[in-house]
């Protein structure tokens, strides 16, 4: 209560705000003192000092905002060994551990914060498993972790850090942050792989693929959110990575064009392009002309009635899928309103790569912000 009591606020808001939280703290430390094992009082105790640090002012002599998230993080504990399930007490510490991580830089000290940090999402997550939030800011402090750690180590805590951006967009396809922040983690590992001499395994994806697929991301959250100048800053950085005038290129195996199922043998490996229209199979033809595209050349082809097409409106869903009829690999469904249309990448993280792409540009067109990704793919 001492601490709470004197704070003030940076201008009169505040100090309006911070009386209102002083009342809050006083209600809630008479919970506790009737109720020892009142845990929601612990918890909104804890979360009215959190918000105390947001209010204390720089320049002032109340106590520092370090001072009051350690005791919100001591109140949060206390909360959540009453109460193991509280999946929001967790998730709230675990903002508290990140500021005052924030606030002591590349240090030691500031490792091992992060890492508290990165357990008590974990713990949020198992309690409560569909919060984009808190996978994406899991998916934070790994990568600030990252920074701090030896070398030896950054790589598999940044590929954790890429899981989970992907798995807060799976729970909500339009997570502009989560999305704009897979770019920004992908192209800072396009980077250390670059510095490194490229991929070390001939398997691996290489600095340009990593390039390639940031600035996808980078270029989904701009359409989404083009009013965002950190996204559109961003986007004149790696824009020229991307296969203009495509989002992404890439091969899958598929049947003939007009077949659902048939004969492994029949399938083939080919190219296909991805735009804001659709995704588009390329004959062998039309593959050179795509390779002079992207080489300054304009070239225009049009479709192929023999070649798979689908239309980005057409989409129902897209899923990964295992199936006996499927040849053996990453299988692709993307069910459309003419029925499903199956292929197969080649590896498991390619498919990671076709399932995100083909997901955002379907939830561009569904937030009717199609245009601006058409802009981005021609200007």
Known sequence: MEL???????????????????????????????????YDALYNWALVLQESADNVSPDSTSPSKDSLLEEACK????????CPTLHDAFYNWAIAISDRAKMRGRTKEAEE??????????????????????LNNWGLALQELSAIVPAREKQTIVRTAISKFRA????????????????T???????????AGGAANPKDV???????????????????????????SALRLVR?????????????????????????????????????????????????QVSRSLSGMSEDFSPDRRTIRIEVPDIVSVSACADLTLPPGAGLCIDTIHGPVFMVADSWESLDGWLDAIRLVYTIYARGKAAVLAGIMSS
Not at 13 to 33: D, H, N
Not at 120 to 130: D, P, S, T
Not at 258 to 270: C, L, M, N, Q, T
């Open 168 to 183: 807060a967009i799976k729970l909500q396809f339009d997570f502009h942050r989560a999305i704009y922040n897979l770019g």
């Open 75 to 82: 109140k949060y504990d206390e909360a959540t060994q009453l």
């Open 4 to 38: 709470i009591s004197s704070v003030t606020g940076v201008d009169e808001e505040g100090r309006s705000r911070q009386r209102i939280l002083t009342f809050a703290a006083k209600r809630y430390a008479s919970a506790i003192e009737r109720n020892p094992e009142d």
């Open 206 to 232: 290489t600095p340009n693929e990593l390039y390639s697929q940031s600035a996808i991301y980078i270029a989904a959250a701009h359409a989404l959110k083009p009013s965002y100048l950190v996204y559109s």
């Open 185 to 195: 983690v992908l192209y800072g590992l396009a980077e250390d792989t670059l510095r």
């Open 113 to 134: 914060l992060w890492k508290q940090a990165t357990k008590n999402y974990e713990k949020a997550v198992q309690l409560n498993w569909n919060s984009p939030q808190a």
């Open 240 to 288: 020229s990575m991307l296969p203009l005038p495509y989002l992404k290129i890439g091969y899958l195996m598929a049947p003939p064009a007009g077949s659902v199922v048939a004969p492994h043998s029949d399938w083939k490996r080919s190219q296909f392009v991805l735009n804001q229209e659709g995704l588009q199979q390329v004959n062998k033809i039309e593959q050179k």
